[in-house]
C-alpha cells in the first residue's frame, strides 16, 4: 500500500534526510551533507540502528562524533532510526533521501533500494549525489582498517574521529 506524506501541502521546508551507518563519518559524509545544505533547507543525518551490522562505535558515539564535526550548523541535524527508512522519513516531514555515489559499484545497490523505496512511497524522491573526486575511494570500512593496522588516515576523518579511532585501538 501507498504511503502517502501527510504534511506535503504544508510543508513549505525542503528537507532531506541523509541515511547511513556513519561507523564513522568521514570527509567523505560531510562532503555530500556540505552539498546537500545547499539545495535543501534542512538536512537531517539519520544514524541507522542495524541490528544486523557489526560496527566499531556505538550508535551514540556516531552521531556525538557527527554532532562534533557539525558543530552549531542550524540547518543540519543528526537522529537515529530503526525500521523501514521511508516511514522515518515522512515521519520527520521529509521529501527527500540523499545518498552518495562513490563508484559503479555502489551504483546497483543504490538503484536498487531506491526503487524499492519509491514502490513504498512516490512521496519520497531519492537523490543520488556522486562523490567528489578526492573522496572517491574514501569509505568507513576502509579508514578503519587502515587505523586499526596503525596506519595514516588524517586527511580522511576529521582530528576529532582520529582520536576516537585511535581510542577503539587502544592507542
Ligand atoms: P551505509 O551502511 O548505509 O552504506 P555509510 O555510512 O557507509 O552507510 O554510507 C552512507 C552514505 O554515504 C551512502 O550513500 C554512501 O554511498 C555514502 N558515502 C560514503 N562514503 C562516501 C564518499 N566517500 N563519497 C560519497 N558518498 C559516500
Do not use: C, W
Amino acid at each position: 500500500m501507498q504511503r502517502l506524506n501527510p504534511l506535503r501541502t504544508s510543508m513549505p521546508k525542503k528537507i532531506a534526510v541523509y541515511p547511513g551507518s556513519f561507523d564513522p563519518i568521514t570527509f567523505g559524509h560531510l562532503d555530500i551533507i556540505n552539498r546537500g545544505l545547499r539545495i535543501f533547507d534542512e538536512v537531517i543525518i539519520a544514524v541507522a540502528e542495524y541490528p544486523s551490522k557489526k560496527a566499531l562505535f556505538t550508535v551514540e558515539e556516531r552521531v556525538g562524533l557527527i554532532r562534533e564535526v557539525l558543530e552549531d550548523n542550524d540547518k543540519a541535524s543528526v537522529d537515529t532510526f530503526d525500521g523501514l527508512l521511508i516511514d522515518y522519513v515522512l515521519s520527520r516531514g521529509a521529501s527527500v533521501i540523499i545518498r552518495g555515489l562513490r563508484a559503479v559499484t555502489d551504483f546497483e545497490f543504490e538503484f536498487q533500494i531506491a526503487q524499492m523505496n519509491r514502490a513504498i512511497s512516490q512521496d519520497v524522491e531519492t537523490l543520488l549525489m556522486m562523490t567528489s573526486v578526492p573522496f572517491s575511494y574514501l569509505s568507513s570500512s576502509i579508514v578503519k582498517e587502515v587505523s586499526s593496522l596503525n596506519g595514516p588516515v588524517n586527511g580522511l576523518v576529521p582530528p576529532s574521529v582520529i582520536k576516537s579511532l585511535n581510542g577503539k585501538y587502544n592507542r
